[in-house]
């Protein structure tokens, strides 16, 4: 006489994906071998178990039993049924129960701790439903996110598209589709921010998604570039100017105009600091860094007799 899987999921000939894997994860803990080390009847009905969900929990397995039993499942279904896409080649179950169990709980070590609520409300005593707390995640996808110093200064929304694998509701295929997820840049944001979306990875039946994780990245700036929350400027400056007094200009990143007055002498290790013009702290936007302005000075490459008299003149 041949197996009756429903029976042994102990399920009737209606129940829907959910409720076959409700039955499998009770009865396979129930009857687990580490469980019942020396029963070798528990050892037997885990197996069955294990078979019995290799079937239904396949809708082209489960729809050929339904319809051919289990003897049309495993010697394959006559010629001439008119059955499309049924598993004519017949299905043999692979005999690894363990296997079965391992990949339904995922993770190295799936057995640990999964006896502390065998009677109890299995849907949710394995960290969720179908056990997804149980299940091993895979790791984080970084992606870098490059923000200008603007965006960074002012703020802004970014909207990152992404594409990723979801599971159809069938519970087995899976397709891609695409997923905009939104950013809402912080003030001040340090590089190395990290922005987490959590299992928003690649869905599959045995596996709980990957986080995405973006790590902020300054873009380089054609005027600026920061350390902690300070703005660092470089203004290129004649020699003559290095000597003598200077106003340097500054467009800053919210488009004002700063001149600033140079009334030292400007070597090559001088800078000038410039309070509250910087980037602002994450903490507390309102407060700012400073900026600093560093100097590149830039030598004439020839001078006349006359001028060189008048600078021997004017320095010794």
């Not at 009905?45 to 929990?57: G, H, I, N, P, T």
């Not at 992606?143 to 960074?152: A, K, T």
């Not at 709980?208 to 600026?224: E, G, L, Q, T, W």
């Not at 020839?302 to 008048?310: F, G, H, I, N, V």
């Amino acid at each position: 006489m041949g197996q009756d899987y429903y029976n042994i999921l102990d399920l009737k000939r209606s129940a829907k994906d959910a409720d076959i894997k409700k039955a499998f994860r009770k009865l396979s803990l129930k009857h687990h071998p580490e469980k019942n080390p020396s029963d070798q009847i528990a050892h037997e009905k885990f197996r069955q178990v294990a078979e019995a969900y290799d079937v239904l929990s396949d809708p082209r397995k489960r729809a050929t039993y339904d319809q051919f039993g289990e003897e049309g499942l495993k010697n394959g279904v006559p010629e001439g049924s008119g059955e499309s896409g049924a598993w004519t080649g017949g299905y043999t179950f692979h005999g690894n129960a363990d296997k079965v169990f391992r990949d339904f709980f995922g993770g190295d070590n799936p057995f640990q701790e999964f006896f502390d609520n065998v009677d109890g409300d299995l849907s949710m005593g394995f960290g969720g439903l179908h056990g997804r707390g149980r299940k091993k995640q895979d790791p984080a996808i970084e992606r870098d996110l490059y923000l200008s110093l603007e965006e960074i200064f002012h703020g802004c929304v970014k909207k990152m598209k992404i594409s990723r694998r979801v599971m159809n509701e069938d519970g087995h295929t899976s397709s891609i589709r695409d997923k905009i997820l939104t950013i809402t840049v912080k003030r001040g944001w340090k590089p190395g921010t990290k922005i987490t979306f959590p299992q928003e990875g690649d869905q599959g039946p045995n596996n709980v998604p990957a986080d995405i994780v973006f790590i902020v990245k300054d873009k380089p700036h054609n005027r600026f570039r920061r350390e902690g929350v300070d703005l660092v400027y470089t203004a290129n400056i004649p020699l003559g100017k290095a000597l003598t007094n200077t106003v340097i200009e500054v467009n800053t990143l919210d488009d004002r105009v700063l001149h600033v007055p140079i009334n030292d002498i400007v070597n090559p290790k001088y800078t000038k600091s410039v309070p509250k013009e910087g980037m602002p702290y994450s903490n507390d936007p309102e407060t700012k860094g400073d900026l600093i302005i560093t100097f590149d000075i830039e030598f004439p490459t020839q001078l006349s007799p006359d001028q060189k008299e008048l600078i021997r003149k004017a320095i010794h």
